[in-house]
């Protein structure tokens, strides 16, 4: 319901005016926070920051613009079932924080579409949208010109008094689930551990090092420079078994905890051989050498530098380190970071999350799945 009407604007004189200046929109909702954004030409900035203000604070709500998007927000599903990276992530979350905080759906499930009122959607604006928990982020602008219309902006804002919400850490729980789709052929898997302080941790940037390292990719690459064809999952798992498909190794982290794993997918008939295929690499992740951890480094610089020259991905950063740090870290003091991490800095974070209880996913063909104390006993949980 993002740039719809407002109590200034419909929704047709706010598409309007985006389409008269050229401006370019969106609203992205996450599991920690939601993000507005707008791109446009810097002489536009007084017009798109009171827009962007405007529906954050006063939406509208109306009853056939509700109505209208019950057909997106069903389109909305349809795309996480259709990709399976997706639909796994959320499987993942879902499964590891059973039933509390991270856990909960993401997306509008049918069985929970009659919850989509304009009463429950103003009640979570109340609770949760206040200047308190805003941070308002500007890329290639002056910020004295930004405060100035960002002040204005808020001169009808009535403030409503401010309650201090109960902060609910999430209860990681693990566990196992297994989703049939006939019109997946293959098995996707996915296993992943708890990693503890997530972007508070000062360990945030070594387990990054170490997704780099992992790498992944597809059986059929066209090769070429940065590709990662010289990560250890690509060596040790795609030149080595045909049975597998791809596969990857990932870190999913939030503001006090987070996800690594492994995503593999494969022929259904080999999928106790893909599950030790990733048991054998969770065992092996300590055992780093120079050479790998070299060239995870480099790989993550450029990877980090390149990105940094988009000012979308300059600004979500700026947002979320704001927001969960309250600090904002240089390209050049993470590139330091990067370089100061060791072998031994490898070896402890793979012991500390491999201590926790495994989130095991698999989704598709399930008929050849082992049970989950099965998979337990492969990794080596006893």
């Given at each position: ?159 409503i008094p401010y309650t201090n919400q109960k902060e609910v850490t999430p209860k990681y729980t693990g566990g196992f689930i297994s989703v049939e789709d006939k ?200």
């Open positions: 319901m993002a740039f719809h009407s407002t109590a200034h604007l419909s929704h047709l004189r706010t598409i309007k005016s985006l389409e008269k200046i050229g401006a370019t929109v969106s609203c992205n909702a996450f599991r920690e926070h939601m993000v507005y954004s707008c791109e446009c030409l810097k002489e536009y900035l007084p017009i798109v920051t009171n827009l962007i203000i405007g529906n954050v604070l006063f939406p509208r709500f109306l009853s056939w613009e509700m109505k209208n998007n019950v057909n997106r927000l069903n389109l909305m599903r349809e795309k996480l079932f259709e990709n399976n990276e997706l639909y796994i992530t959320e499987l993942l979350h879902n499964t590891a924080w059973y039933n509390n905080t991270l856990g909960n759906k993401l997306y509008v499930y049918e069985s929970s579409i009659e919850n989509y009122t304009s009463e429950n959607l103003r009640n979570f604006m109340l609770k949760h949208f206040s200047p308190k928990n805003m941070t308002l982020i500007g890329v290639n602008v002056e910020h004295d010109e930004l405060t100035k219309w960002t002040s204005r902006a808020f001169q009808d804002y009535v403030p019109n997946v052929k293959k098995t996707n898997i996915a296993i992943a551990y708890e990693t503890q302080g997530g972007w508070k941790s000062s360990d945030m940037i070594t387990l990054t090092v170490l997704q780099t390292l992992m790498g992944g990719g597809g059986s059929f690459s066209t090769g070429g420079p940065g590709k990662g064809m010289y990560s250890r999952l690509f060596l040790n798992v795609l030149n080595s078994y045909n049975f597998i498909e791809s596969c990857m190794a990932f870190s999913t982290q939030h503001s006090d905890t987070g996800l690594f794993g492994l995503y593999f997918t494969g022929e259904p008939s080999n999928t106790s051989d893909i599950i030790k295929a990733m048991a054998l690499e969770f065992q092996k992740m300590n055992r780093v050498t120079d050479e790998e951890l070299n060239r995870a480094k480099k790989s993550l610089k450029s990877f980090m530098w390149m990105s940094l020259e988009y000012k979308s991905i300059l600004m979500e950063d700026l947002a979320r380190q704001m927001m969960i740090l309250n600090r904002i870290l240089t390209g050049k003091q993470l590139s330091d970071a990067i370089d100061s991490i060791t072998k031994e800095d490898i070896q402890r974070v793979v012991h500390n999350f491999l201590k926790t209880k495994p989130t095991v996913v698999v989704y598709g063909n399930i008929n050849y799945s082992p049970h989950y104390d099965e998979i337990c006993n492969i990794l080596g949980h006893k």
